[in-house]
């Protein structure tokens, strides 16, 4: 039996190597593998750690205050200084920015490590682009929600992201959610006729009850800093199931420069940098499965095509969901005490109906509790002495939408390389152009956001929205998508590429539509799809 190498330790990467060990197959898995340090105090809750930590300031924000974000920054958000790891990039690893501002992991588990949770199924109209449809992909969505943990509600939300099976119950809601959902429910009709918006619970990938050796959620209110008791799931805990089989090989401290295939395209190995000895080192492969992510995978794969030609290729078809952040007042929680000790990511969600379905808006809410609070309080148009101290009045009556927009593959949106000269790498080149009418379609869409909010008793002021920047929600695709008519630059709907008989891209490489929900649930149904079908 064939070994299979695959590339990258991410969502995708790890959940189609469970799937191959699971049928018997030996893998061999590749990766940088960066980790952080472990979780400290694993029993305190928040509030604790800031009593009993030698040094809680350096925890929170930074030994060199790194999670303190800049006044003329364009970013609204910063990881705590622990995550930093997740995005650390290896020295000499250059990129050409052109309107995209990216975030590449190479960290054991990829940037999943620093996700949220949001775990949304693509439904049949997401699916129009791809070459098989919902019931193709919902064993996958099954077998990934039995192997995470996955809270779902059956809920107005569903018309949206079907129900699938092996869901597990929600969650207790924070007293400012919970008042947002009773407000839902009291004018549910009277908002839904109106502006075309449901309301209801999110699906993550968190804990409500245990979950084999993994606890539920203790509601300690640690989440952003990462959960001490892995109830809230990343990929490095299916990364510790593989290293359980004997079958199962984990290469880390190795960044894969490029593949080397013959004159009949097929691939006999791939040469990686050793972080370790500074040397370049190969590795024989029968099967490759590039797993490193959109951008890295497609550099791999650019890169591998200029070693052997000397051509460099343009692979058009770059998407990322656009973010705009909306913060809101809740009347009801001005003047109370927010509760530290609750789940603090999004527990409820809300989706926009548009004309074509695909291209629903979705939003997330997060009410603000132990998060960090420089942003919010940053981005009022007041002295930052003033803005503390309203701030901290208003504290438990602050929540943010995140809406997240659909993205089509578009020509003018494009990943290719600058090569090197001499001993310097190629750069990794990405450009991308918003669409026409961007800017008509996210006024509308807060406008919308705004009066429904204002049907849940909240206030929703605009001046102070914030449209991040492009590739701010990490979920890149498009770039060598699925299609069942064969040909260069694409893969099939299995996700074996065209061009070289013996490679295959299970990231979200091979995505042909992104919808406006993360990705990251589907990347993981897909590669168990890929490797069931395929092996």
């Known amino acids: 039996m064939n070994k299979i190498t695959v590339v990258g330790s991410g969502a995708s990467g790890i959940h189609f190597a469970l799937s191959l060990l699971k049928k018997g197959y030996t893998v061999e898995m590749l990766d940088v593998g960066y980790s952080g340090p472990p979780a400290v105090n694993k029993d305190d809750s928040f509030n604790q750690l800031k009593d009993n930590l030698t040094d809680p300031v350096e925890y929170f924000l930074g030994k060199n205050f790194e999670s303190v974000i800049p006044t003329d920054s364009k970013e609204v958000y910063e990881f705590p200084p622990n995550k930093q790891f997740i995005f650390k990039i290896p020295d000499g690893y250059n990129i050409e920015k052109r309107g995209f501002e990216p975030h590449i992991s190479f960290a054991k588990g990829g940037l999943a490590e620093a996700w949220t949770g949001g775990s949304y199924p693509f439904d049949e109209s997401d699916l129009e682009d791809y070459p098989f449809n919902y019931n193709d992909i919902e064993p996958y969505y099954n ?10 509600a059956d809920d107005d939300m569903v018309r949206f992201f079907p129900k699938h099976e092996k869901l597990l119950p929600p969650m207790e809601l924070d007293e400012h959610s919970r008042i947002l959902s009773d407000n839902y429910d009291k004018n549910r009709e009277k908002l839904n006729k109106k502006y075309g918006m449901y309301f209801g619970r999110s699906r993550i990938a968190t804990l409500s009850e245990d979950f084999g050796t993994r606890k539920k959620c203790d509601y300690s209110g640690r989440c952003q800093w990462g959960c001490p008791s892995d109830s809230i799931y990343v990929p490095s805990i299916t990364l510790r199931e593989c290293l359980d089989y004997k079958t199962f090989r984990y290469i880390p ?38 797993a490193a992510g959109t951008l890295s995978s497609s550099k791999i794969f650019l890169d591998s095509i200029y070693k052997k030609s000397g051509k460099v290729l343009k692979l058009s078809g770059l998407m990322d969901n656009r973010q705009v952040l909306a913060p809101f007042i809740n009347f009801e929680m001005i003047g109370k005490q927010f509760d530290p000790d609750t789940y603090q990511y999004h527990q409820l969600a809300v989706g926009m109906v548009m004309d074509k379905a695909k291209e629903y808006v979705h939003g997330q809410i997060t009410t603000l509790k132990t998060g960090l609070m420089q942003p919010p309080f940053q981005s009022m148009p007041l002295d930052f002495k003033t803005a503390i101290y309203l701030g901290r009045h208003l504290h438990s009556a602050l929540g943010v939408v995140n809406l997240n927009f659909c993205d089509y593959r578009r020509k003018e949106n494009y990943i290719t390389i600058e090569p090197g000269n001499g001993k310097q790498d ?65 893969v099939s709907p299995n996700c074996r590429s065209y061009d070289f008989k013996n490679l295959y891209f299970v990231d979200g490489t091979s995505f042909p539509f992104l919808p406006a929900k993360n990705l990251t649930f589907t990347l993981m149904a897909n590669a168990a799809r890929v490797a069931d079908k395929e092996f």
């Not at 077998?143 to 779902?152: F, N, P, Q």
């Not at 929205?465 to 590739?471: D, F, L």
């Open 143 to 152: 077998k990934i929600a039995e192997r995470i943990g996955l809270i779902g």
């Open 253 to 290: 401290g190795i960044l894969i420069k490029h593949f080397n295939y013959n004159g009949d395209n097929k691939i006999g190995s791939v040469t990686g940098y050793n972080m370790e000895t500074k040397k370049e080192e190969e590795f024989k492969v029968d099967i490759l499965a590039l």
């Open 426 to 490: 190629s750069s990794l080149v990405l450009n991308y152009i918003p669409p026409s009418g961007e800017d008509k379609l996210i006024k509308f869409s807060l406008k919308k956001f705004k009066k429904f909010f204002s049907g849940l008793g909240a206030i929703m002021p605009l001046f102070q929205a914030q449209s991040r920047p492009m590739g701010a929600s990490v979920h890149y695709s498009g770039t060598l998508p699925m299609s069942m008519e064969e040909g260069p630059l694409k």
